[in-house]
């Protein structure tokens, strides 16, 4: 774990000391965005027109961010336009590596580089940050268009479907308000919740998120006990954006990061969705126990000094949802 300081890798962990004990994820830096013509985004430069193969994605599997890229790649059909490297579920001194003795991790097969910290720097030689995924890369630039998912998705949703993505508009102009609505929760005291009761390094402050974190579980959960997903029956990116976390919290939060006052196998609603979307087409390949097991229990050394993986529940993410009771699918554009 570190960070890049004016193009300089520096090993550190993060620093709660300056924020009462509180975990403070910090803002991504590139954020240019794909397009259909190239024109510009809501944010940075333009220059980055779709085409088929020109971009680059290096994920991790373990990491919730880059997993939402991944489920919507493969919603959209991006698979065949959009190449994945996977990084080494270990992050440590170096922070993310590059490597490729663990089942599934790539390397980088673009520049063989073996540190994520070496693209960031090949994008801005003088970049101070965190080195962070998903990063979208541009090979023809040779820079990084977008470090930030949840843009990232947004990108995937609708960029390129001029150049052969499929149907479908999981972010659909009249949802908008409604969607952003439940995101904003869901970032700050689910997504983001876990980690700030995880990394916590004061009570106060992991109890803060823990109530936060399990008071909206508990909403999210009556909510949708009323309808299909968190949106009416359209299925969303609100639902993919609860749905990486919810995979990881049963297998990981609640023994690692101490969010253990209920399990999602105990939510009935909250359990039907996390198996309905696993077994929607493309999205269980997506998903790889082994790395995101290995990263957390192995890569925190702080929460976890003995690295040692706890045994795990038993899940069956294949097993029956009945979500169909609450009403119809719907998908829009498709
Ligand atoms: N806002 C970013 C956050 C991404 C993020 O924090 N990724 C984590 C992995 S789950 C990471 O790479 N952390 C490395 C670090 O903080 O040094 C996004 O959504 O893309």
């Known amino acids: ?194 980690y700030k009761a995880g990394f916590a390094t004061g009570q106060q402050a992991y109890d803060e998120a823990v109530q936060a974190l399990f008071g909206t579980l508990d909403e999210l959960e009556e909510r949708l006990g009323k309808s299909r997903y968190l949106v009416g029956n359209t299925l969303t990116e609100a639902d993919l954006r609860l749905w990486t976390t919810l995979v990881r919290f049963d297998p990981v939060y609640v023994t690692h990061f101490k969010c253990d006052r209920r399990r999602i196998a105990d939510y009935p609603n909250l359990s039907g969705l996390l198996r309905e979307l696993y077994q929607l087409p493309g999205v269980a390949g997506s998903v790889d126990m082994d790395h995101i097991r290995n990263h957390y229990f192995r890569s925190h050394p702080t929460v976890n000094p003995h690295g040692i993986i706890s045994i795990g529940p038993e899940q069956d993410l294949s097993a029956a949802h009945d979500r169909d009771r609450l009403g119809e699918r719907e998908i829009r554009g498709v």
């Open 1 to 194: 774990m570190g960070l890049l300081v004016e193009g300089q890798w520096q090993d550190k962990w993060y620093d709660t000391k300056s924020t009462g004990g509180h975990f403070k994820r910090s803002e991504s830096q590139f954020r240019n965005w794909v397009t259909a013509e190239g024109e510009a985004g809501p944010t940075g430069e333009g220059g980055f027109p779709a085409e088929s193969g020109r971009y680059h994605l290096y994920v991790s599997y373990a990491c919730p961010w880059a997993h939402r890229a991944l489920v919507m790649r493969a919603w959209k059909g991006l698979e065949k336009h959009i190449d994945v490297s996977v990084v080494h579920p270990l992050m440590l001194e170096h922070g993310w590596e590059l490597r490729e003795d663990f089942p599934g991790a790539t390397g980088d097969p673009l520049y063989g580089l073996d540190k994520l910290y070496q693209l960031y720097l090949k994008a801005d030689g003088k970049y101070t940050g965190r080195v962070t995924v998903p990063v979208l890369w541009d090979k023809q630039r040779e820079t990084i268009v977008s470090n930030e998912s949840a843009d990232i998705i947004r990108m995937f949703n609708s960029a390129f479907d001029g150049v052969g993505a499929r149907p479908g508009d999981y972010y659909p102009s009249d949802l908008r308000e409604q969607i952003e609505a439940v995101n904003s929760p869901v970032y700050e005291k689910v997504n983001n919740g876990v």
